[in-house]
């Protein structure tokens, strides 16, 4: 999915919270394989109490496919957004996402969140989240558009707009990041990752001990 997101999104208050731990925002044009690279992430950090993966919250339907997320009507959405339950929201492609508000407490105790961002809303999620990883996930061209027609979604016409438009998108010197290049096979991407998610629970542990 194309990240076109307009900024209607926003943040919310996290209260009286001062989070400690690493909100990391997993971004990426459609057909990099961010949800394939955070799935591996999650299945090497199983077990691990401190790693944790946000579930957003989507108008989307359930059975839609892509990401396993919390279905809601467009009314529901817009009563969780007033009640605060959002940390971070946005609209993009007729749909609107929201991350709830519920993992300030795990970073407040010092954990590392994944949640799947948006490079067109970096800014309400450095806002949100003052300790910030943008890990960027990009892969060739020719890769994307061949990952994009296995999917059979779109015309050939739209697939190649969906890559001009992402291929505009680019990460703001300001923002703490690391690319991974996701054009080979899902082990070489997904031990990158998993190396630099080690590391920050690594810097963690020595700042804890």
């Not at 997101?5 to 919270?17: E, F, V, Y």
């Not at 957004?81 to 407040?108: C, E, K, M, N, T």
């Not at 680019?170 to 990158?192: F, H, M």
């Amino acid at each position: 999915m194309a990240e076109r997101a307009r900024q209607t999104g926003s943040t919310q208050p996290s209260g009286t919270l001062v989070p400690s731990g690493t909100l990391v925002a997993v971004v990426g044009p459609s057909g990099a394989g961010k949800d394939s690279l955070i799935q591996f992430a999650m299945a090497h950090f199983s077990g691990r109490p401190e790693v944790h993966l946000v579930q957003r919250v989507i108008t989307r339907a359930s059975d839609a496919g892509g990401e396993d997320h919390v279905a809601v009507s467009a009314a529901g959405f817009e009563a969780q957004q007033a009640a605060g339950d959002f940390a971070v929201h946005w609209d993009a492609h007729g749909l609107r996402y929201g991350i709830p508000a519920s993992v300030q407490d795990q970073l407040a105790q010092g954990h590392l969140v994944l949640a799947n961002g948006s490079r067109s809303v970096l800014d309400l999620f450095h806002r949100a989240f003052p300790t910030l990883l943008v890990v960027n996930v990009t892969a060739r061209p020719e890769v994307l558009a061949k990952r994009l027609e296995a999917r059979g979604r779109e015309s050939v016409a739209d697939i190649e707009a969906r890559l001009k438009r992402g291929g505009s998108l680019s990460i703001p010197a300001q923002y703490n990041c690391l690319t991974i290049d996701n054009s080979g096979p899902l082990e070489e991407g997904g031990r990158k990752l998993v190396a630099a998610l080690e590391e920050l629970l690594a810097d963690r542990a020595a700042q804890q001990s």
